[in-house]
Each structure stands twice: as C-alpha cells, then as structure tokens.
C-alpha cells in the first residue's frame, strides 16, 4: 500500500519559515520523481515544485516561491521536504506532495499518480 504522509504545516507569521516534509513508503522511491502542490481556499490546485529521480540533481518551483522555496530529498529515508522563507500571507494554502515515476520536470497535477492527504500551511500578516 502506497503512503505519502505530509508533516509540517502550521501557523507562522509573515517572513517567518516552515519545513515541510512528506514521507513515502510502500513504492520504490528512489525511482519517482516528487512534487508539492497546494490549493488555496476556492482556489485550484497549483503547482510549487518538483525533483526528479534518483539524485534529485533537476529541480523546478512556480515563479511564485522561486528564490524562497527549496525542494529536496533523502532517498535514504524516504522523503522529500519543501523548505520555505520569507512566507507571504498569499502562500497560504493545503499543501500535499505527489509522486510520479521516473517524471521530469513535472508540473501538472495529472502527471502523478500518487498524493498524500496535505497539511495546512496558514501565513498570518
């Protein structure tokens, strides 16, 4: 049975920063490339960033979080995190990871096959 748990959300000021992390189990998952998505209250579903495979070596954030947003993986255990900074009251939103296999650059929601359940992420003013 395939799981991706998110943990990390919360509340934090504006400025402020929160690391998100998103554990994988039951796929191989060295091989799945993992993105973060989040969707905002009446909001779509919109993508923030994705790592490749393996290494991890391609990375790809929205315009939105680039420069303050970080993707990254351990593949030892199993999990990608998604360090964000300088948060801005506009990032808040549900954030849920996603694995795809063997994606590149994977940006539309409808590329990955599996999600986790999300974790709330609230930026206060």
């Known amino acids: 049975q395939v799981q991706l748990v998110e943990s990390g959300g919360g509340l934090v000021q504006a400025g402020g920063s929160l690391r998100l992390s998103c554990a994988v189990s039951?796929?191989?998952?060295?091989?799945?490339?993992m993105g973060w998505f989040r969707q905002a209250p009446g909001k779509e579903r919109e993508f923030v960033s994705t790592?490749?495979?393996?290494?991890?070596?391609?990375?790809r954030y929205a315009d939105s979080v680039k420069g303050r947003f970080t993707i990254s993986r351990d593949n030892a255990k199993n999990t990608v995190y998604l360090q964000m900074n300088s948060l801005k009251p506009e990032d808040t939103a549900v954030y849920y990871c996603?694995?795809?296999?063997?994606?590149?650059?994977?940006?539309?929601?409808?590329?990955?096959?599996?999600w986790g359940q999300g974790t709330q992420v609230t930026v206060s003013s």
């Open positions: 996603a694995a795809g296999l063997g994606l590149v650059d994977a940006i539309r929601s409808g590329q990955y096959t599996h």
């Open positions: 039951g796929l191989s998952f060295s091989s799945y490339a």
């Open positions: 790592i490749n495979n393996w290494g991890g070596a391609s990375t």
